[in-house]
């Protein structure tokens, strides 16, 4: 259940976040937009593939291996598979997902998956919805540490 208000917490989170100030004599180009991104680091991206895969297969201990700190001990498996059950329930099983991009901001890293799932509609028509997943790191003592995730 934790993880659960967890998503609801990083949701509610979400729509606070994001505010910049645009000069307006100098628009910035895409292409400059896209340099100005953070790198992502390919340790926080094997991080958030992990997540999703173990999801995706329904393997708490593949999702528990990348927890460390706090969120490891909040997270038990009746935990995720409550949150799981929930997250296929809204938007079916997850069929697969892909990096987007590293969000700049300070202190830590955003990471933004496109992730698809498939369901049956009431007229059993198949219905297939991408959503987003971001997943926030730090590093500690040289690891990556996930401080937060969830779909948006």
């Known amino acids: 259940m934790k993880f659960g208000i967890l998503i609801a ?8 976040c994001g505010c910049r ?17 953070i790198p992502a680091d390919a340790r926080e991206i094997k ?12 393997n708490y201990k593949l999702f528990a291996s990348v927890l460390r700190g706090e969120l ?7 935990d995720f598979d409550t949150s799981r059950e929930t997250i296929t329930k ?14 700049k901001t ?3 890293k ?8 498939e369901r049956v509609g009431t007229q059993e028509q198949e219905i297939e919805q991408d959503l987003l997943f971001r997943l926030v790191t730090g590093t ?4 990556v540490e996930v401080l937060s995730f969830g779909f948006l």
């Open 9 to 16: 917490a990083l949701v509610a989170a979400g729509g606070l």
């Open 140 to 143: 500690v003592d040289n690891q």
């Open 47 to 58: 991080v958030g593939d992990t997540l999703l895969k173990a999801i995706q297969e329904n």
């Open 106 to 108: 300070p202190t830590v």
């Open 90 to 103: 809204q938007f079916g099983e997850l069929k697969g997902f892909k990096f987007l991009t590293a969000l």
């Open 72 to 78: 490891a001990g909040e997270m038990t498996e009746k």
């Open 21 to 37: 100030a645009i000069d307006r004599e100098a628009p910035e180009k895409p292409a400059e937009a896209a340099a100005a991104a």
């Open 110 to 117: 955003n990471l933004i998956w496109q992730v698809t799932f």
